[in-house]
């Protein structure tokens, strides 16, 4: 949840006490597909959308 909702590898490594490497080796499900989601909030919070 930590990771879908920040989206900060390097942050939610920190919290979970683990490298940004474990991380998307554990969580690389959950890591993928969310680039156009993650692309559209940048676009809406930019007013672009």
Do not use: F, P
Request: proline share 0%; charged share 15%.
């Amino acid at each position: 949840m930590w990771l879908l909702t920040t989206g900060d590898l390097a942050l939610v490594a920190s919290w979970a006490g683990n490298s940004i490497a474990v991380l998307q080796e554990v969580y690389a499900q959950v890591l993928h597909g969310q680039d156009a989601l993650r692309r559209k909030k940048v676009t809406e919070a930019l007013g672009w959308g």
